[in-house]
């Protein structure tokens, strides 16, 4: 029965409750533990590319990322690999975006599995130097991560600028 109260929250919801990741056998406080352990590493995630990200250190930014992984810009820039991230952020930092930070507003984190997660945060980005977001900076990202070897990694990202329709 704690199987279908686990499906029908899936369905719902669209977000795997504790319970319905543990394996046979498992307790439920290992199931948590674990849950714990993952939310620290995205966190972990998200604070390094914030820090990269005020220190204009593109290379940094990218570490957190996968070899093969993908990454769209909020203008459609595409960059592939963990390279191609580095240098095209580097590249836009030294040229284009001014000394800033990365806000997160708000963040959803779905499992699709096990080892698979989407997280969907609204950021915002902050001059420096100032306390409010700048105007037009407001965006939602999508960001996949997936654990190999027991460390998660970002293995694609997608930005979206945040314009409401008239």
């Known amino acids: 029965m704690a199987w279908l109260a686990a499906l029908a929250a899936v369905l719902v919801t669209g977000l795997v409750p504790a319970a319905a990741t543990a394996t046979e056998g498992t307790a439920p ?9 993952d939310l ?7 604070k390094q590319q914030e820090v990269a990200w005020a220190a204009e250190d593109g290379g ?16 459609g820039d595409y960059f592939v690999g963990r390279h191609s991230i580095a240098a095209g952020l580097q590249h836009a930092f ?3 975006i ?3 930070r990365i806000v997160r507003l708000d963040e959803h984190i ?3 599995e096990p080892d698979l997660v989407v997280i969907v945060r609204d950021t915002c980005i902050i001059n420096a130097g100032e306390d409010d977001c700048r105007a037009g900076s407001d965006s939602r990202n999508t960001n996949v991560l997936r654990k190999r070897h027991g ?16």
Do not use: M
């Open 29 to 37: 406080q290992a199931v948590d533990e674990h849950r714990r352990g």
């Open 40 to 46: 620290a590493a995205f966190e972990r995630i998200a």
């Open 60 to 75: 940094a930014f990218a570490a957190t990322f996968t070899e093969d992984a993908d990454f769209v810009t909020f203008n």
């Open 94 to 96: 030294d040229n284009y």
């Open 98 to 100: 001014p000394p800033s």
């Open 110 to 112: 779905r499992y699709v």
């Open 151 to 166: 460390q998660w990694l970002q293995t694609s990202f997608q930005n979206t600028r945040v314009v409401p329709l008239p």
